[in-house]
């Protein structure tokens, strides 16, 4: 049996994140839950300071860390000319600069103990990128590209690094969205609400996808199915992009 682990997982007091600190608890790893509004230590991904006193709670606690789990963040989109300048730095700070803290705070202790992994909770958004979600296309997309960059970066260090890219799930992150287009609000919520996928079985997923040392995780069949497409008939997933987007613009 594996020793367990040591893991930090942010975001984890509901949703996701508490799907995929159950999984790792299931396993027998140590799991560190944190979260802005619970958990077992307050940590709101925007504040440095916040960061720093988790580090601190981590090397007296545990003296080093083997899984840093970056999966707090918010929904959020809207068209081009309908979501504002705000909306856009709001979910930025949040999606893509909450990992990046993270990363500036964990990576110097990863790299002194030359071990490590790194789990970065993108979005399919982040490799297929829909009309009306400008903003969260394109900080998912930069998440794929920050994981890609620490993998080559720390990998000398023995330290990994895997993106995690999810389709539409249940899951309560559609009570975080904001912004001023109401048309895609209504579309997401119902694309949440009708998935057939739950957040555990993305944890399952997700723990499988570490397992194999997946660096792109997209642990399920309808981001795998979407993913497929992009890359194999660029012309039908334009078709079904720009036919998603006339929809939009119909209310529908």
Request: glycine residues 10%.
């Amino acid at each position: 049996m594996n020793a367990a682990r040591r893991v930090l997982v942010t975001g984890a007091a509901s949703g996701l994140g508490a799907a995929l600190a159950d999984a790792f608890e299931a396993r027998g790893d140590e799991v560190l839950r944190t979260d802005v509004t619970g958990g077992d230590l307050r940590l709101d991904i925007t504040s440095e300071k916040d960061w720093a006193a988790a580090l601190d709670h981590v090397t007296r606690t545990w003296g080093g860390l083997d899984v840093l789990v970056n999966n707090a963040g918010v929904a959020g989109g809207g068209r081009l000319d309908v979501a504002t300048l705000e909306e856009w730095e709001w979910i930025t700070d949040i999606n893509l600069f909450g990992a990046v803290r993270g990363l500036r705070t964990f990576v110097p202790l990863l790299k002194q103990q030359r071990s490590g992994a790194i789990v970065n909770v993108a979005s399919l958004a982040g490799l297929v990128h829909p009309a009306g979600m400008a903003s969260y296309n394109a900080v998912k997309a930069a998440v794929v590209a920050l994981t890609e960059t620490a993998g080559h970066e720390l990998a000398a260090y023995g330290v990994t690094a895997h993106v995690v890219c999810p389709s539409y799930f249940r899951t309560n992150l559609m009570s975080s969205l904001r912004g001023e287009d109401t048309a895609l609000a209504a579309v997401m919520t119902r694309l949440v609400d009708s998935s057939p996928t739950t957040a555990e079985d993305i944890a399952a997923a997700v723990l499988e996808g570490l397992d194999r040392g997946d660096e792109v995780i997209v642990p399920d069949r309808a981001a795998r199915d979407a993913w497929a497409l992009k890359q194999g008939d660029r012309a039908a997933y334009d078709a079904v992009m720009r036919a998603q987007a006339a929809k939009l613009e119909k209310g529908l």
